[in-house]
Every structure is written in structure tokens, then in C-alpha cells.
């Protein structure tokens, strides 16, 4: 028996600390974003779904309706994400999550943790090929995540009594060509990376620490290193630099890079509305503001 409609939602996240770096064995640390959602609905329709190629929503659908060992089921989907798509923001992730819980939902099936993880990293790897998981376990968590490859992920709690202002720049970012841009410097890239590492455990004892100013200066320390190998862009820049001058506490671009969102840490909503506004005036698309 199944019912008219099956809905599923997931939030969004972003990186904190640690990109780049991570890809060289040091530690990330990303954030969910509870208030930025996907929602998707399931319902009956005339014929059955078609499978699309490398689409993180129809594969996330199959992968749920195979693991019922469901076939040919005439149902359709509609989905409402305020997660902008190649922003860092976990949005494949967070699509196919709402996707999955959708799918359960519909056909009133339970749906464990351990099925959900394991449904939305094998969508991931048909979309993305070879995906960490961090942006998945993030979507999927209330708390922060650390990952370091080959050891895996942790929790965090965060209790900074403080603010997040994330800004898109409207430009698609690209991680794997920022990546491929850091391989090709070679050993110069090095000393950033290896900064960038310590920063990334620095910020996880700060948030340990509830110590926010700290927390600002070395985000602001991982912009400069970030922007030192050339994966940054200059509407990012500008950005990180119009949050500094109206009173963030730190503030650097997130994610891949060569576009996407930058962030600002505030220590109140007043002074995080106000720098919002101050970056939609000087070209980002669209603001956000998350309490940590």
C-alpha cells in the first residue's frame, strides 16, 4: 500500500576549514546548514520513471526503488531546493538525500541511518565517481564533521553563540580544476598546504574553545593561503574583503573554489544582516545567515 505523496527533505552544508588541504591527508571541517533545505515528493503517475544519466536525483530515486527491489513503479517527483547547485553547498548531496527519504516514505518502508548513508554514497559515486562522503555525512548530521582520509569522520559539537554569513558569488565553482591547479604547482604549493592543514586543526580546538575571535582570524589566515594558490577568484576577494572592513571577525572563501561562496564569522545577527547586505551591494547573488 502506498501512500499519495511520500516527501523527503535534507539541508545543505558547508566547509569551514581544510579545503585543498584535505586532499593531502589533512583534516576538513564542514557545517551543516539546517535552515538552507531541499525537499522532494514523490507521487503516482501514468508511467514509470526514466533513469538520467549522471543525475544526482533520478539516480538517488533508482537507488532507493532497486533496494526495495521495486521495478517499473509508475511514480513521478517534484523538488524544491534552495540549495544553489556547484556552490559547495552540498546540494547533489542534500538532493539525493531528500530523494531517498522520499522514496521510503511513498512506500511507507523504514528507512535505518545506515541504509540512508549507504543509498546516498553509492547515488554519489554514480554522479561524482569517487566522492569523500564529507559532504553527505554533513547533509546528514546536526553537528559539524571533521574528515581526514584514511581515518574518517567525527562530530563536533558547536557552540559558538556566534554567526555565519555565507555569501554566493553566483559563478559555478570547480573543484577539480582548482585541484588539478594546486597538483600542477608541485612542491611550491607545499607551505600553503601544509598551513592550511594547521589551521584546520587550530579551528577545531577553537570551536572545542568557544573561542570566536580566534576562530575569524585563522579563516582570514586560510583565505590568504587559499588565494596564494590560486584557487580563489576575484569576486571572492572582494567579498572577504568588504566582510573584514564592515566588522567580520574573519572570513574567506569556501569549498573548491574559482567561484562558489565565501563566509563570514559574526559575533551578532545585527552585524550579520548588516554585512549581508553590504555583499549583496558589492555583487554576491544571494546572502545567508546561520547561528553556530
Known sequence: MTKKVGVGKAHSKIILMGEHSVVYGHPALALPLKDIEVVCQIQAADTPLTLKAQDPLTTAIFS???????????ISYDISSSVPEK?????????????????????DQELSQETLEMLVHQAETIAHSK?????????????????????????????????????????HGNTREAVEKVE?????????LNRLGELSQQAE???????QKLLGQLMSQAHNHLKS???SCDLSDLLVATALDHGAQGAKMSGGGLGGCIIAL??????????????????AVNTWIESL
Open 64 to 74: 532507493a526503488l532497486n533496494y526495495l527491489e521495486i521495478k517499473n513503479q509508475p
Open 87 to 107: 556552490r559547495g553547498m552540498g546540494s547533489s548531496a542534500a538532493v539525493a538525500i531528500a530523494a531517498i527519504r522520499a522514496v521510503f516514505d511513498y512506500f
Open 131 to 171: 566522492p569523500s562522503g564529507l559532504d553527505a555525512k554533513t547533509c546528514l548530521s546536526d553537528q559539524a564533521i571533521s574528515f581526514t582520509r584514511n581515518i574518517g569522520f567525527k562530530e563536533i559539537e558547536v557552540n559558538l553563540g556566534a554567526y555565519l554569513v555565507i555569501a554566493d558569488t553566483g559563478i
Open 184 to 192: 600542477a604547482i608541485g612542491l611550491d604549493a607545499l607551505s600553503d
Open 205 to 211: 580546538l577553537a570551536l572545542k574553545a568557544k573561542d
Open 229 to 231: 594558490l590560486g584557487v
Open 266 to 283: 559574526t559575533s551578532t545577527k545585527d552585524q550579520a544582516q548588516t554585512i549581508a547586505k553590504k555583499l549583496q551591494e558589492k555583487g
